[in-house]
């Protein structure tokens, strides 16, 4: 007679359906809202010179300080400079900045945390160096890094990044210390593993869920700072338009003239909640505990 095994309750489809990454963000329609204006940031970004009437550069000052017309859908500042044309490339500028500044921190703090969460003496030498570049605010420190470079989009996102690599460094350092005590660790060590193979076999794996989650609000704080040193002078040079020197060229005449400020306030604000939101939605996704709550 065959022998019948038992392999415990079967999951039907539709309760299979109530778990994943998918279902738990359907669950969070913030999420679905954010990753909506953000996917449609992008395509502002991507076709900015097809959505913009004219050239962002374009100096006209017959046209100075028009109010938003038919002509100009977001008025002109004070060079005769479309604004519409000028807050479609800022677009361009923010999001290059956010992202590029989440990829690298994310990278050379991942780099650092595994290294010093593994490694003593260079937890004990790198992580002091770390807890130095955290005592200074990240915009002050963003501020003072970018008044020894000349002003650039390549010297933003790294004055902005070195700003950021710190969190990520104390992220990723407490995950390792955190899963070095696991039992597939000591295995790994016991049969003689070299250091190489745990780190990027068996710990990295576990630490990209968190890191996809703090990489979000890095971008949207990104966004944020690079839009106070553009604002301030310190950011992106004049011929590049970004939102914090949009808001800088009308501050002037704010108050009689405030479209100027508005619109490309908007534009940053309606980008980083979207970000945020997205973080969110992952953070609920990809965390088993929040997950089990859903």
């Not at 576990?206 to 609000?217: D, E, F, H, K």
């Amino acid at each position: 007679m065959a022998s019948i095994t038992r392999t415990g309750p079967m999951k039907l489809p539709s309760e299979r359906s109530k778990r994943g990454p998918l279902a738990v963000l359907r669950r969070h329609p913030t999420a679905i809202l954010g990753g909506a204006i953000l996917l449609a940031m992008v395509c502002v970004a991507v076709f900015a010179p097809f959505l913009g009437t004219v050239d962002p550069q374009k100096v006209s000052p017959i046209f100075r300080l028009r109010p938003p017309s038919e002509r100009f859908w977001f008025g002109t500042d004070l060079l005769g400079r479309d604004i519409y044309s000028r807050v479609l490339y800022g677009t361009r500028v923010s999001l290059t900045v956010g992202i590029g500044v989440a990829i690298l921190a994310t990278a050379v703090g991942l780099l650092i945390g595994l290294v010093t969460g593994f490694i003593r003496l260079a937890d004990n030498i790198l992580m002091r160096f770390m807890d130095g570049l955290m005592s200074v605010p990240p915009v002050l420190l963003a501020i003072a890094l970018m008044a020894l470079t000349r002003a650039s989009l390549e010297n933003v996102i790294l004055a902005i990044a070195v700003a950021e690599i710190p969190r990520v460094t104390r992220l990723v350092r407490g995950l390792v210390l955190s899963l070095r005590e696991q039992p597939m660790v000591e295995a790994a060590i016991a049969s003689g593993s070299g250091l190489p193979s745990i780190l990027f076999r068996h710990i990295l794996p576990n630490t990209i869920a968190p890191l996809l989650v703090q990489g979000t609000y890095i971008c949207a704080s990104a966004m944020i700072t690079e839009a106070i040193l553009s604002f301030i002078g310190a950011g992106t040079p004049p011929n590049i338009p970004s939102w914090g020197n949009i808001v800088a060229d009308g501050r002037s005449v704010f108050q009689v003239k405030p479209y100027i400020i508005v619109f490309p306030g908007i534009f940053l604000s309606l980008t980083v909640l979207a970000v945020n939101l997205v973080g969110d939605g992952l953070r609920d996704a990809l965390d088993p505990r929040l997950a089990r709550r859903i």
